[in-house]
């Protein structure tokens, strides 16, 4: 069974920072696709960043490109996601995904339960 579970979100002032995590079953952590995606109210779910398995290359969505870093530790089966200098607009619940595919692109597979980030101007 795969479980992705996030934690590390929260609320914090614009130009601060947060480091998300997502904990993930043993045996997609190694031979997966990560990423972290979005959702604002009222918009549609959006992708934030993504972690090939092959290679680990990663790949980021324009408007965090810079402030956001996505890595992982195969040794803890962890996905993380550092964001700094947030800004109001970054304020979302981020999921946490996982492809059964070398390339974080498409629709994942499976999610995680999401984690609130709230930023205040």
């Known amino acids: 069974q795969v479980q992705l579970v996030e934690s590390g979100g929260g609320l914090v002032q614009a130009g601060g920072s947060l480091r998300l995590a997502c904990a993930a079953s043993g045996h997609i952590f190694s031979t997966y696709a990560m990423g972290w995606f979005r959702q604002a109210p009222g918009k549609e779910r959006e992708f934030v960043a993504g972690y090939s398995w092959i290679g680990g290359r990663t790949s980021y969505a324009d408007s965090v490109k810079g402030r956001i870093t996505i890595s992982k530790d195969n040794a803890k089966n962890t996905l993380y996601l550092q964001m700094n200098s947030l800004k109001p607009e970054d304020t979302a619940v981020y999921y946490c995904?996982?492809?059964?595919?070398?390339?974080?692109?498409?629709?994942?597979?499976?999610w995680g339960q999401g984690t609130q980030v709230t930023v205040s101007s």
């Open positions: 995904a996982a492809y059964r595919q070398v390339f974080p692109t498409g629709a994942p597979d499976y």
